[in-house]
Each structure stands twice: as C-alpha cells, then as structure tokens.
C-alpha cells in the first residue's frame, strides 16, 4: 500500500486571548495509506480536528503549526509538507490529493444553490470545462453515494434532503476529483443509528472499491470497530496509544482508552439491562401524562398536503417513572415532546397533562441553541424562578441558582460566564439546572446527550438518574439511541413513522423485540467490538452499488 500522509511531529499552538498560547497538538506522529482507515479518536479538547486541519491547511490565522504534515499528489509524485506551501500550492492539494468530510453537513452546504450545482463547481473551480460534463459527474457521483433519482434530485437545495442524505452530499462533492485521501470529521455523530450504519458503509466502499485512504475523526468507539483498521488515541493533544482495531479492543494499553471503551452505552449491558426490572412506579391514580389516539399535523405549506408527523398514539407516564421514546429522524418522537409540553397543537385524540405553573421542565438537544447568548448561565437558570417564583427576592434567587449549580456539580463561578464559554458537557448541566429549577413534576429530555462526547454522556445520564432518584420526578426521554434509553428509562416506546410499533418494559423490549423495526434498530447499533461488527456488516444488505 501507499502512504497517502505522513503526520511527524505535530504541534499545533493556539494564540489565547489576553496573551500566551494553548497548545492543541503536541508531538503528533500518524500514517495513513491507500485503501486504509485510520480513526483518530478522543473527546472535545484532545486536538484530533486540529490535527485534521492541519492536513488540508485549514487552520486559522490564530494557530501556529510546526513539525512535518507530507501529503501525497494525485499523481502520485512525491509527498508535499503542507505546513511549507502558500496559498495556491495548497488549492491545488485539496480535492485532489485530500478532501474532507465536515462534521455539519448542514453548515458546510450552500442552502441557496442546488447540491448538483454545488458539487459542479467543485469541478470548475479544478479546471474541469463543459458545464453538461460537470453536471453529468455531479449526478454520476450522487447515484454512487446511494442518493435516488440522482437526475432529480441534483436539482434540489440542502434543506431538502435529510441529514443522512446531506452528509452522502458532502461525501460525493469530497469524491468528486477523485481524492486519495478523505478527511471525515465526525461524519455520522448527530445521525440515527440506521442512517449512521448506511454512511460508514460507504465510507468502507470508498476504501475497499476505490482505493481511498481514510482519515476517520470520531469519539464514538462503536464507530470505530465497525469501520476502522487502525486506532490512534489522543488525549490533551498526545498521541497516548495506536493499534490495528482488533489488537486495541481486545487489550486496550493505556487507561484513558479503556476509559472511552467502558463508558460506551451498548444495548443489553447497561446497568438496568443487567440488573433486575425496576418496580413500578407508586404514585397517583390518575398518570402525569395520558395520550390517547394522539394525532399532530403540521399544517400545509404553499398548497402542499400536510405533514402528519404523530399517527394515533397511546401512552401513559406515571409520577417517578421515565418513559424511553426512541425512533429515527422524521419519527414523530420530538413532536410527541413538544405537543406534551404545549408547543404545538393536537389534531386529535385527547392528550391530558397533569402539572400546574412551572411544573413541566424541558431539556432541549442543542444546549448551545436553548440559551440565550447575551444572558450569563446564572440569569438563565434563574429566570423560570423569576417569573414563577415571585415571593423569591433578588437574594434568594441568586442562592437557588448556586444550590442549583452545585445540584448539577458546576461550581458557583459559572453563574457569571456566558454559554460559549462552557464545553458543550457544561452547557447540558446548566441546561438541566434550569428545567428542574422549579422542581417540576415533569421533565421532557430531548436527545441531552446525541451530540456530546461518551464518557461526558455517560457523566449527564448519572447526574440525570440521581436527580430522578432525589425529587422523583415523570419524565419523557426522547432519543435515537436504544442503549442510552435503556440506561435510564422504565418503559420504552418505539416510534416509526408516527406511530407506535412496540411498547413495553426496557429490559423485555432490548431483549425480546417483537418488531422487526426495533430489531433493526438494535442490529445497526455500533459495539465496540470489531469481530462482531465485521459479521453484522456481511449480513447487511448495502443500500447502494460499488462506489464508482
């Protein structure tokens, strides 16, 4: 095999502000050759995005990078050191000698032209002349990443395509001058586990059909064992273990890898899993929340025929209990949430809610989002007790917000930052300091823990299941994820489509699905075991032909 990139001794140094420098890669050494796929793994802050920015050049200004970054031409002729080349010298690497798959496939497309269009003057941009031949490789490409009526759809804009879809997009437009080497950053961490099964299946095409060395940056370990060859682990910036997959999830070297490996949620080995069924929750006669035959439809948009997103469903949450709603994207199970929580309108059916003022806590999936950015955390926690509360003074306010804090472990000098000043771990527990602020007899979690690194969600479902366990609150806890919801939950509900295809006890339906749906839910889940993943990949049957 070819090296396609050889990593020597990188450093890379961020300037701070205020003075002195951050260093986010020390010492990196890596080689990724043709047809292999190389994951560099860790959590936020461990230097692998930096490290990946780096290949292509695209570090900004306020970064210093020093060391050896070789990067192989397409026409296979020597290796360049990118850190050594101007501006132009660097144009002519990318897309052809590297490309990269971006994290947010959302951001990284254009939302004002079509994707065909997008992916063509990718080509344009190299040189390649005719605009029917750069629209004909633009629809070649979408086919060859699994996308139907490639003709069609090449026509179409980014909102119209679904996320799975979106990052098949970006992979296509990355194939499009036929890189040796792909740079994938995090490319499936905010999709469903069946859409996320579909995408790296491509990318192990793109490596066995065509030759492609892969560049794999991830923290989800499950990821990691179904697709890649060899492991590199950082840890603040330090290359601290690197091994053929099987070798390092077999025997793990260093703490901080059995660290990550362990804090992965798996289906059927969480601790509920493992343990004996929860009782069921004493409470009240009458459930938090009663759904009966609930239907919500979205109204219709420019003459289009509404959307019915929730298609007659039936549940029940009763005071201490946590019911698990888990289905892909499109499902309905955010919706279910938002019309629990008044957001939006019920169709039909009947839906009763048993909480007064205040007593309905919500916990959104993107903390960064929820909070406003010119309010500090404290202010933000606070104002549901300013509005609810208003026998609280101005003192007894501010000495809820610390309790509050130090309920969540922040320490007390958070209340005066702003929310990007927090990791992304950090905003989620400022985000559930607030929804249990006013002690709520419901809390709704939508996805708290999908975009966060796993040992930080194994962190935020812990401190979740201990404030359960002190104020005994009902809780709806929506997520894509089947392990992370049996973690937690009581009882579980599958959602397909709108509607309701499996409900039962946690332990029952992870270990005895009746549904082939939920079947194929826990069939696509990553295990941290590259042997087993290797057989669940030869009995999946593969969306799309050989990339071409």
Not at 205 to 223: F, K
Not at 366 to 392: W, Y
Not at 441 to 447: G, K, M, P
Not at 483 to 511: K, Y
């Amino acid at each position: 095999m070819t090296t396609l990139l050889r990593i020597e001794d990188l450093h890379v140094r961020f300037a701070a502000v205020g003075g002195g420098d951050v260093a986010a890669v020390r010492g990196l050494g890596l080689t990724v050759a043709s047809g292999e796929i190389v994951a560099l793994v860790g959590e936020s802050g461990s230097g692998k995005t930096a490290s990946a920015k780096a290949v292509l050049g695209l570090l900004p200004r306020s970064a210093t990078a020093t060391g050896r970054v070789l990067l192989r031409p397409a026409d296979g002729s020597a290796p360049q050191d990118v850190l050594g080349l101007d501006a132009r010298q660097l144009r002519r690497l990318r897309g052809t000698a590297a490309a990269m798959v971006f994290q947010e496939p959302a951001t990284a497309l254009n939302p004002v032209y079509p994707v065909g269009w997008q992916i063509a003057e990718g080509l344009r941009a190299h040189g390649v002349r005719g605009r029917a031949a750069r629209r004909a490789r633009a629809v070649e490409l979408l086919d060859a990443v699994g996308i139907p009526e490639p003709h069609r759809r090449a026509r179409h804009y980014p909102h119209q395509f679904s996320g799975g879809q979106q990052q098949r997009v970006l992979i296509a437009a990355a194939l499009a001058l036929d890189a040796r080497l792909l740079i994938a950053d995090e490319p499936t961490s905010a999709l469903d586990v069946t859409v996320q099964a579909e995408i790296l299946d491509l990318l192990r095409r793109c490596a066995t059909d065509l030759g492609t060395g892969i560049l794999l940056i991830t923290h989800d370990m499950g990821v990691v064992a179904d697709v890649a060859d060899r492991v590199a682990v950082m840890h603040r910036g330090r290359l601290v273990e690197q091994a053929p997959a099987g070798e390092l999830f077999a025997a793990p070297a260093h703490d901080y890898t059995r660290r990550l490996l362990a804090a992965i949620p798996v289906p059927g080995r969480s601790a509920l899993g493992d343990a004996a069924p929860r009782p069921a929750p004493a409470g009240a006669a009458e459930p938090v929340v009663k759904a009966e035959g609930l239907v919500v439809q979205y109204p219709r948009v420019l003459g289009r025929v509404g959307t019915r997103a929730v298609d007659g469903v039936s549940f029940r949450i009763a005071a201490g209990e946590i019911l698990g709603l888990v289905g892909e994207s499109g499902s309905g199970k955010t919706t279910i949430g938002r019309a629990v929580a008044g957001l939006v309108p019920v169709a039909a059916g009947t839906l009763n809610v048993r909480t007064g003022p205040g007593e309905l806590g919500y916990v959104f999936q993107d903390p960064a989002s929820s909070f406003n950015p010119q309010l500090t955390i404290g202010d933000s926690i606070a104002e549901p007790l300013r509005v609810h509360r208003r026998d609280l003074d101005r003192a007894a306010v501010a000495g809820q917000v610390t309790e509050l804090l130090d309920l969540v472990e922040l320490p007390a000098g958070h209340a005066a930052r702003y929310p990007h000043e927090l990791s992304g771990g950090q905003r989620q527990r400022a985000a559930i300091a607030r929804a249990i602020a006013l002690r709520p007899r419901l809390l709704i979690a939508d996805e708290p823990t999908s975009a966060l690194d796993v040992s930080v969600q194994a962190t935020i479902l812990e401190l979740l299941m201990r404030l359960h366990r002190e104020r005994n609150f009902a809780a709806l806890f929506i997520s894509h994820d089947l392990a992370v919801v049996e973690a937690v939950a009581d009882r579980v509900m599958i959602l397909h489509r709108g509607v309701a295809v499996e409900t039962g006890e946690t332990r029952r339906v992870m270990r005895e699905p009746s549904h082939p749906y939920t079947r194929r839910l826990l069939d696509a889940a990553p295990l941290p075991d590259p042997a087993r993943q290797s057989e669940r990949r030869a009995r999946r049957t593969v969306p799309a032909g050989p990339v071409r």
